[in-house]
C-alpha cells in the first residue's frame, strides 16, 4: 500500500481518482485495474445513516397534536371513513430538510386524519 490508502476516493496504487462504486462490489481503477472491494468503505456511510434515525421517527409522531389539528381551511374533500364532505387542510413541515412537507387532512365531523406526502 502506498501513502494513497487512506483515501477512497483514490486508487491505492497510482493515484488516480477512481469512479463511484456501482452495482459491483468491487471499485476498479480505469488506469492501471486496481480493484478494491467496495465494503472497506462502507462504515463511515453506515454509521452516518443511524444518526439521522432516531430524528426521522420523533417527527413523524402523531402525539400531541390533538387541538392544533383543527385549524385550518375546510376543503371539500371527502373523509374516507364517516363518508362526508369537510376536512380541514393543514401541513406540518418535517424536521428534517430532505423529507419536505407533508399535507394533513382532519374530518370535522369524525376527526378522522388522513396524511399525503408532497
Ligand atoms: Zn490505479
Ligand atoms: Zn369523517
Redesign the pocket.
Known amino acids: 500500500m502506498s501513502c494513497f490508502g487512506a483515501d477512497p476516493n483514490f ?6 481518482v ?1 469512479p463511484l462504486p456501482g452495482k459491483h462490489d468491487v471499485i476498479r ?6 480493484s478494491i472491494p467496495v465494503t472497506e468503505f462502507s462504515g463511515q456511510e453506515i454509521r452516518s445513516t443511524i444518526i439521522f434515525n432516531p430524528v426521522e421517527q420523533s417527527s413523524l409522531s402523531l402525539e400531541g397534536m390533538e387541538d392544533s389539528e383543527l385549524k385550518g381551511p375546510v376543503i371539500d374533500r371527502r373523509c374516507s371513513r364517516c363518508n362526508k364532505e369537510g376536512m380541514i387542510y393543514h401541513t406540518r413541515q418535517m424536521r428534517s430538510a430532505d423529507e419536505g412537507q407533508t399535507v394533513f387532512f382532519t374530518c370535522i365531523h369524525c376527526r378522522y386524519q388522513e396524511k399525503e406526502d408532497s
Open positions: 486508487c491505492a496504487t497510482c493515484g488516480n477512481l481503477c480505469p488506469r492501471c485495474s486496481f
